[in-house]
T-cell receptor, first 110, second 114 residues
Framework: GQQVMQIPQYQHVQEGEDFTTYCNSSTTLSNIQWYKQRPGGHPVFLIQLVKSGEVKKQKRLTFQFGEAKKNSSLHITATQTTDVGTYFC??????????FGTGTRLKVLA | DVKVTQSSRYLVKRTGEKVFLECVQD?????MFWYRQDPGLGLRLIYFSYDVKMKEKGDIPEGYSVSREKKERFSLILESASTNQTSMYLC?????????????FGSGTRLTVV
């Protein structure tokens, strides 16, 4: 079946450093979504990418969708302690359901 | 704000018990989903429903069933709980189609089976 893998599984950074997580699918995706889950919380929707090569920004967060629509990345510039959490990508499988990646847990050291 | 409410935050059940996890959403969403979250495995889809009385198996449906008698409510049933079903269970809902505004998740139910 379709698989969505994320790397790295864990990342520790010093506050102010940049952070990137990568998402790779075994099949072409119609679109991809990104979520953030704070420690002890539930996943919260961040953004959706649809077009090949699309790039979207939300303040310090930059999201990219690969040209082949099989991979995506999330880059955080100058991390802050509020960025702590697990970041998930999710690729559309079929009409209704998204397959979630394994997540990248980010820890920011002050 | 869209709200997805799960009936219990923490639950402890005995092996062999029948367990009901309830989920209610208040934004008239067509699609509802049940995931379980385990360390290192991410979120895995158990069942989903795109309409009342409709259900489809996800990736790990074994040992589970669901019920959607009303649009706003989606129940997950563990027919005979086992220790390997100890997990965090997350309910989510989305608008019809491809859910362009993303899923809205409930706060989760941490189930422990002893």
């Amino acid at each position: 079946g379709q698989q969505v893998m994320q790397i790295p599984q864990y990342q520790h950074v010093q506050e102010g450093e940049d952070f990137t997580t990568y998402c790779n699918s075994s099949t072409t995706l119609s679109n991809i979504q990104w979520y953030k889950q704070r420690p002890g919380g539930h996943p919260v929707f961040l953004i959706q990418l649809v077009k090949s090569g699309e790039v979207k920004k939300q303040k310090r967060l930059t999201f990219q969708f690969g040209e082949a629509k099989k991979n995506s990345s999330l880059h955080i510039t100058a991390t802050q302690t509020t960025d702590v959490g697990t970041y998930f990508c999710a690729g559309l499988s079929g009409t209704y359901k998204y397959i979630f990646g394994t997540g990248t847990r980010l820890k920011v050291l002050a | 704000d869209v709200k997805v409410t799960q009936s219990s935050r923490y639950l402890v059940k005995r092996t062999g018990e029948k367990v009901f996890l309830e989920c209610v959403q208040d934004m008239d969403h067509e699609n509802m989903f049940w995931y379980r979250q385990d360390p290192g495995l991410g979120l895995r889809l158990i069942y989903f429903s795109y309409d009342v009385k409709m259900k489809e198996k996800g990736d790990i449906p074994e040992g589970y069933s669901v019920s959607r008698e009303k649009k706003e409510r989606f129940s997950l049933i563990l027919e005979s709980a086992s220790t390997n079903q100890t997990s965090m269970y997350l309910c989510a809902s989305s608008q019809s189609g491809q859910g362009r505004n993303g899923y809205t998740f409930g706060s989760g139910t941490r189930l422990t089976v002893v």
